[in-house]
């Protein structure tokens, strides 16, 4: 684990978040049930719940200089052992855009894969794999990384060439359309 430093206590960032997430973060009283439950706790910079303390203290830079609001799967295993019931994991998904927001990227593919999967979603209405791979590849320059899997799943009928029809995109348009920006090229 990185060593810390504390910095001056930031309290509009802990209001943000708490008004983005809709929790109060007055509630965790750091018992670790979340940190212990965190199936990727062994790939993170910071634990789950040191991120939550980091944020009552105020500490904007660290928290959203750190890789793991970037690895986190939204599992929402913390959220349910949380004994307070804080949605921590709704915390871990307003922080990574808070960093996404003010430029923030620590883990650059995760950035990518996400941009393809909402451009995907958002062009079509719903997920085009094979759209998402190729925006993936696009962005990261890793072209032909996963070719022999593709050509396998393709003729196993796993994936399809073109996008599928969806009724109602529009709908599906006009969440994007209400979310306004999320997606940052
Ligand atoms: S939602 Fe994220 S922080 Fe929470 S347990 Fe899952 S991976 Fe860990
Ligand atoms: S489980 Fe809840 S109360 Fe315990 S440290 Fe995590 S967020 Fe705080």
């Known amino acids: 684990m990185q060593a ?21 973060m007055v509630e965790c009283y ?19 719940s040191k991120i939550m303390r980091l944020v009552q203290l105020g500490q904007r830079e660290i928290v959203l200089s750190c890789h793991s609001i970037w690895l986190c799967a ?22 990574r855009h808070m960093a996404r927001e003010s430029g923030h990227i620590k883990e650059r593919t995760v950035k990518a894969f996400e941009d393809s999967f909402l451009a995907s979603v958002k062009k079509t209405g719903r997920l085009h794999e094979v759209g998402v791979a190729l925006g993936y590849e696009m962005r990261t320059g890793r ?6 899997l593709v050509q396998t ?21 006009e969440i994007f359309k209400r979310f306004n920006g999320g997606i940052h090229e």
Do not use: W
């Open 4 to 24: 810390i430093t504390i910095q001056e206590q930031d309290n509009d960032f802990r209001a943000e978040v708490e008004r983005r997430s809709g929790q109060s």
């Open 30 to 48: 750091q018992c670790g049930n979340c940190t212990a439950g965190c199936p990727f706790d062994f790939a993170y910079d910071l634990p789950v």
């Open 74 to 95: 939204s599992c929402k295993t913390c959220t349910t052992r949380c004994p307070n019931s804080i949605d921590v994991a709704k915390i871990m998904d307003v922080l």
């Open 143 to 148: 072209f032909l990384t996963d070719i022999d």
């Open 153 to 173: 799943m393709v003729s196993k009928g796993k994936l399809s060439i073109k996008p599928h029809s969806m009724h109602n995109s529009d709908q599906v348009a």
